[in-house]
């Protein structure tokens, strides 16, 4: 059976955010040279949520220009929303989140669509593919590489047991994984609507559902870290220790839903990754100059006991 080409084989979401001034750059290497693509290969997918009204303006006049390029507009500024929406217009085979103030490797985009596609057109169908990442201090002139190459099987599709073979330095985020697209809705992935980072919970909650891997050990995503920036600083983190206290509570009802017989290596990654993110969580609140910080990490734990005994 000849392979449907009918549909983009990748979307890439780019949800708006209130850290303006980056769409270009971003856009940017999405076009650029070393990214070209033959046919419909790549769809884009700009979600307008109208706090940018300047980037807003940007990619819509992009949009006017650049095959593959949509702008969707939804009504209320929420993050994971944002992702969902994305999702739910999204014609691509698999689907990718970019953050506005991030961009992309130009040839590694090309790579991983060129694989994607090649898997595709033989009728391998992955449910997760990764990759790394490059994280850029430019205040500091140091540029850092997130990389799984001695984890991860690499070049070859691979499941769980073969996974993880040393324990894992770092949790396999948000702009390191590729998703199937229909595997979002196969796991029900449902994100907070007033919790704005929800990256955590997009990055682990489908990886339950996921059982054909693949590890491309090329980085994709590029995030430069910007001092000034409100999501970069400890004062922002330690504001909005509410916000991940709740966080915690969607991920560990999450957990309670995920599916039974995980494979052990699976397991134990999720797991430990919920530990760390919740070690994080409450080691900002005890840096806080909240009176009531004991209480609420007290509140946490029995909220936890009294509605997720095995997660406790």
Not at 162 to 178: H, N, W
Not at 186 to 203: D, K, N, Q, T, W
């Amino acid at each position: 059976m000849q392979p449907d080409r009918s549909c983009p084989i990748l979307t890439i979401a780019v949800p708006l955010s209130i850290q303006q001034g980056h769409i270009a750059r971003c856009l940017d290497s999405l076009e650029h040279p070393n990214a070209t693509f033959q046919g419909c290969d790549l769809e884009i997918l700009v979600i307008d949520d109208g706090s940018a009204a300047d980037d807003s303006a940007i990619a819509r006049e992009r949009a006017l220009r650049l095959e593959g390029l949509r702008v969707v507009s939804k009504p209320d500024p929420v993050h994971g929303s944002s992702i969902e929406c994305a999702a739910e217009a999204a014609s691509g085979i698999y689907f990718y989140v970019l953050e506005s103030y991030d961009e992309v490797v130009p040839s590694s985009l090309r790579k991983v669509v060129a694989l994607l596609r090649w898997l595709d057109d033989r009728g391998v169908t992955l449910d997760a593919l990764i990759l790394d990442r490059i994280v850029r201090d430019d205040s500091r002139r140091q540029v850092f590489t997130r990389s799984f190459r001695r984890i991860l099987p690499a070049g070859r599709t691979f499941g769980w047991t073969e996974a993880l073979r040393d324990p894992l330095p770092t949790s396999i985020q948000k702009p390191s994984i590729v998703f199937r697209r229909d595997l979002l809705s196969e796991c029900h992935l449902h994100l907070p609507a007033r919790i704005f980072h929800v990256g955590s919970l997009y990055a682990l909650l489908p990886l339950a559902w996921a059982r054909r891997l693949y590890h491309l050990p090329v980085p994709l995503n590029i995030h430069r870290i910007d001092r000034d920036a409100p999501s970069d600083s400890l004062h922002e983190v330690l504001d909005n220790t509410e916000e991940g206290l709740r966080l915690i509570r969607y991920m560990v009802a999450a957990f309670a839903l995920f599916p039974k017989g995980l494979p052990k290596r699976l397991a134990a990654y999720l797991e430990d990754s919920m530990s760390v993110h919740i070690s994080a969580t409450l080691a900002s609140l005890s840096l806080s100059s909240r009176d009531d910080r004991e209480r609420k990490k007290t509140d946490l734990f029995q909220w936890i006991r009294r509605n997720y005994p095995e997660a406790y």
